[in-house]
Every structure is written in C-alpha cells, then in structure tokens.
C-alpha cells in the first residue's frame, strides 16, 4: 500500500500536466472548409500562425527543407495538396531568373541555390515607424535561387524554410527563415507565422516568404531574393505607408523589431494589407502567390483629422479620393516590387 500523501502528490502532479496541456492547446483552429491551402495541418487564427507539411531536399551537398503551396498543372496541385495557379505558367516570361529548372525524387527537390538564413534581421522603427531608423533582411539568397521551380510540366512554389541537419534555430532564425516559429524534421512539420490582411472586405491570411525588395523582405520577415527584382506582379497587394490602425508605420511600431519567436506571438503585428483578390470561385484562375506591390499613403489633412481609416478592399481604397495616394502624390500603383505571399485561409466567411 502506497502512502496516502505520495497518492495525492501523484494526483496533483498529474492534474497540474493537465492543466498545462489544455493552456497549451491553440484556442480555437479554424474550420478546414476556411483553409484554401488543401494540405495545411491547421491554422491557428488567435496565435497567428499555420501549420504545414516540411519536405527535405537539397541544393548542392547543402540539406534544404521546404514547402510546397502553388502549382501551375491542376492534376499536380491535386496531388500534392496545393493551390492550383495556372497563372505560374507564365512566371519565367521576360524574368528568366525567376524561373529555374529543377528535379524531384524520392529524396525531394534538387534546388540549384538556397537562402542564406545567417544574416541577422536588424529593423529599427523611425520617429513615426517608417520610413525605419534602420533595416536590414535575416535572409538573403544569390542569383541562383528562386521558389519557383519547372518541375517536368509543373510550375510549382517550393519557398525554402530551413538549411542543414539541425539543431534548427526557432529564436534568432540563423538557419531558418524568420518566420519559421516550430520545426520538426522528424514528423516533418513546420509552424510560420501568419500575415493578417483583407481581400474584398474580409480577412484573410496568408505567409510572406520572399520579396524583390530588401526593405520589404525586412519587413515581412521574408528572404530577399534579388532575381525576382525584374518580374513584375500578376495581381496588386496594396500596402499602406502611414496609417495609424494599418500599414508599414503601424507594424514598425508594434512588434516589428522583435524575432518571431512562438513566445512573443502575441505581440507580432501585421501591416493587415489589402489582396485584390482571392482564390475562391471565378478568381481563382486568376490568382498568383507572386503579388506586385502598390504603396499607399495618407494625406497629412486625413491623418490630422483621424480619417485614416482601416481599408478593407480596393474599393474601400478608391473611395478616399485624394486623400489617399501615391507616397510621392498621385495615383497610387506599383512601386517596382514583387512579394511571394500564398495565401493560406478565410477567417470569417469567404470574401
């Protein structure tokens, strides 16, 4: 017979574990008739982050690990579990170095290049946020690197998440990419944190996994990636660079200069960007996770009168007239970069 205290030490032990589990247990995934991304594990809308399948791969004698979102050929998509973008097809045309021929075995993709994740991500918020004091990107990749890779007659978005055996660094990122937060190469799994926007007036999420522009890959906690530089967007991605609620001054002053760590989730902000459109019904066939930026800004008289409202949809955009243009006045329209964002989820109803 066991001592009536150690029984009760016991039980106590135990009902504290419990307690521990059910806090650690995400607070509410969002449905799986939500998520567009057909292989995604779960999407956790209140922490902020996704869940995906991990593959191993290499680039050279390098180990790369990556994941998988977009591909151009429908019976390939299906059978990977990802978003069908016929639009990929074209992503090589006038940009040869977006674009580059790769193999697939048992082993995984051969990629001809892989980021640098060693570079320290540096972002320091200017007076008002942005334009920053200071940026700089945690990863940076050479000419012969790009996510998108011509697989036999597929187009497909590979984004590279992580280098080498391991151990993988989850809190300064010095072998993953700064938004990886989890990774386990054994039951090949990765968990990235979520960028938050509206696409038709609705809210959606998506992950930045590269970008053309070294301060917009610093900010989106993306890889710079200087080969896509001469590609220009299929669909606008519209970001606003002063607003209050919204924007790249909002983000600078609200978590920005922080690592993505899974401790500090909750303190990430997003710049909430505007999709102009999303990969549901008719639109779908014309969606590509490669969008061309247009950067908005408010007038000083709007923001003095706290009419810097938050915008949901590119109608919600025109509708502001001249309170809202070009950084530099005018209308507003690209400014001479791309960013590889694939969305992943709806969170309420479907925009």
């Not at 989890?182 to 979520?194: F, S």
């Not at 007038?299 to 003095?304: C, E, I, N």
């Amino acid at each position: 017979m066991m001592p009536t205290h150690f029984c009760a030490r016991v039980l106590a032990l135990a009902a504290t574990f419990t307690l521990l589990q059910m806090a650690a247990a995400p607070a509410a995934m969002l449905p799986r008739s939500h998520i567009v991304l057909p292989s995604a594990i779960s999407v956790d809308p209140v922490a902020g982050t996704v869940t995906l399948p991990l593959h191993r791969g290499s680039a050279g004698s390098k180990i790369v690990w990556y994941i998988v979102t977009d591909s151009s050929d429908a019976a390939d998509a299906k059978r990977r579990g990802v978003i069908f973008s016929p639009v990929l097809a074209d992503v090589g045309t006038d940009c040869a170095a977006c674009l580059r021929p790769a193999t697939e075995s048992s082993s995984g993709i051969a990629f001809p290049g892989a980021p640098d994740f060693s570079p320290k991500r540096v972002f320091k918020p200017g007076p008002t946020g942005f334009p920053p004091a200071a940026a700089a990107p945690g990863a940076t990749a050479a000419s012969n690197y790009t996510p998108f890779l011509k697989i036999g007659d597929a187009v497909v978005n590979a984004p590279i998440v992580a280098t080498g055996a391991g151990r993988f660094d989850v809190l300064t990122h010095t072998n993953t990419a700064d938004r990886v937060v989890r990774i386990d190469p054994v039951n090949r799994t990765v968990t990235l944190v979520l960028a938050r926007g509206f696409a038709n007036g609705k809210r959606v999420l998506y992950i930045s996994t590269e970008a053309s522009d070294p301060g917009a890959a610093t900010i989106e906690r993306a890889t710079y990636v200087p080969s896509l530089k001469a590609k220009g967007g299929t669909i606008p991605i519209y970001v606003v660079a002063n607003g209050s609620k919204q924007g790249l001054a909002y983000v600078a002053l609200n978590g920005d200069a922080l690592e993505a760590t899974a401790a500090n989730l909750a303190q990430l902000a997003s710049p909430m960007n505007i999709l102009a459109l999303f990969p549901i019904g008719p639109a779908a066939m014309a969606y590509s996770p490669l969008w061309e930026a247009n950067v908005a800004a408010w007038s000083a008289a709007a923001k003095a009168a706290n009419r810097d409202v938050v915008l949901k949809s590119t109608d919600d955009i025109t509708a502001q007239g001249t309170s809202l243009t070009a950084p530099g006045g005018g209308p507003v329209g690209p400014v001479g970069f791309v960013v590889n964002c694939p969305v992943i989820a709806y969170v309420d109803s479907a925009p």
